[in-house]
């Protein structure tokens, strides 16, 4: 039979408000007397049950968090990092992988609804697909999900710019730009409009290409084919991600593109693994322990303070001078 508060209150030779007190830390005690508890539960290998203390304290220090896909080099590091600042703060976190699927997306709030946590970090492409409308406190990273969810992003505008001017000042005259679709609403989107900007005061065209998904690369490769087909005299590429500019340099490669003689390449994130394996790749960084840091801190003032104002909070962001751009 498992050990109740009671026996631990017997082995410590106190009552059993007492004990509660400690386990929930209400009130003065003594630290013999936290000390007494704590060995009381070490002896009678008593285990405290978390649900019934968040019961008592109306919080069950959990955060859920929903991500697309862990696969994906940007939001793995991205969930290291918020899993970490998280515990600082006394959180544990709840990991979602959607995998990209809006229903599976659906059931996972549900989940974290019925498990009563404290707030939500969601980065979702699927706006409208949850209600979000101050349910609890929720922080979304880089996409727009309600007018009552406060976002947190790097600045797309200025990676957009950074991306485009560099490749304009290494001399490129046709620049094409790879990104997402356009009608999700998502602050990404700012890419592109810095980079049309950038190619209209150069005296340049600008030329979009869309993919349906980043995590879908055989479609991927379909979009980055056709735009060498179309383009054959591109020789400038933006991509709005690191891993659609890895398929974009073994594209080139292999159809005897000389990267950066006759195409030169920027991604977008940065991440360490992709600066690590592929430190040829240039790249726009996003400043991704900070983003993590600043959603956890702003989620953790929304659970204590739940007149938090909502605005938005932009991290800038710089560029990895790789070989691609040389």
């Known amino acids: 039979m498992k ?7 017997k082995a410590a030779g106190v009552s059993p408000t007492t004990v509660s007190r400690v386990l929930n830390d209400r009130g003065y005690i ?7 508890v704590y060995q009381a539960m070490k002896q009678i290998n008593y285990i405290p049950n978390d649900l019934a203390r968040s019961l008592y304290n109306k919080r069950t220090h959990l955060v859920g968090v929903i991500v697309p896909s862990t696969s994906n ?16 703060k006394g959180y544990k976190v709840l990991l979602c992988n959607s995998l990209h699927e809006a229903e599976k997306e659906k059931k996972y709030w549900e989940m974290l609804l019925r498990n009563q946590v404290d707030g939500v970090i969601v980065v979702s492409y699927n706006r409208g697909l949850i209600d979000l409308r101050q349910q609890l406190p929720a922080i979304a990273i880089d996409h727009y999900l309600s007018k009552h969810i406060q976002v947190v992003s790097s600045d797309n505008f200025q990676g957009g710019q950074l991306a485009t001017q560099a490749l304009v000042d290494k001399g490129c005259q046709h620049i094409i730009h790879i990104n997402g679709v356009s009608t999700l609403e998502t602050p990404a989107n700012d890419r592109r409009s810095a980079y049309q900007q950038v190619m209209r005061e150069n005296g340049r065209t600008p030329i979009n290409y869309e993919v349906p998904d980043v995590a879908f690369l055989a479609d991927n490769m379909d979009t980055i084919k056709q735009l060498f087909q179309e383009h054959p005299e591109v020789d400038g590429i933006f991509a709005s991600d690191d891993m659609l500019g890895l398929l974009v340099l073994q594209y080139a490669r292999q159809h005897g593109y000389r990267v950066p003689e006759d195409l030169k390449i920027i991604g977008y994130d940065g991440t360490e693994l992709i600066r690590t394996l592929h430190p040829e790749l240039a790249t726009i960084m996003q400043p991704i322990a900070q983003i993590a840091e ?8 929304q659970i204590t303070n739940k007149d938090q104002p909502l605005t938005a909070e932009v991290l800038p962001v710089s560029l990895w001078k790789g070989d691609s751009i040389r």
């Open 294 to 301: 600043k959603s956890v801190e702003l989620l953790d003032l």
């Open 30 to 36: 003594s630290q013999e007397t936290r000390e007494k």
């Open 3 to 9: 050990p109740k508060l009671q026996d631990v209150a």
């Open 73 to 88: 080099p940007f939001f793995g590091e991205l969930v290291s990092h918020i899993e970490n600042y998280c515990n600082e």
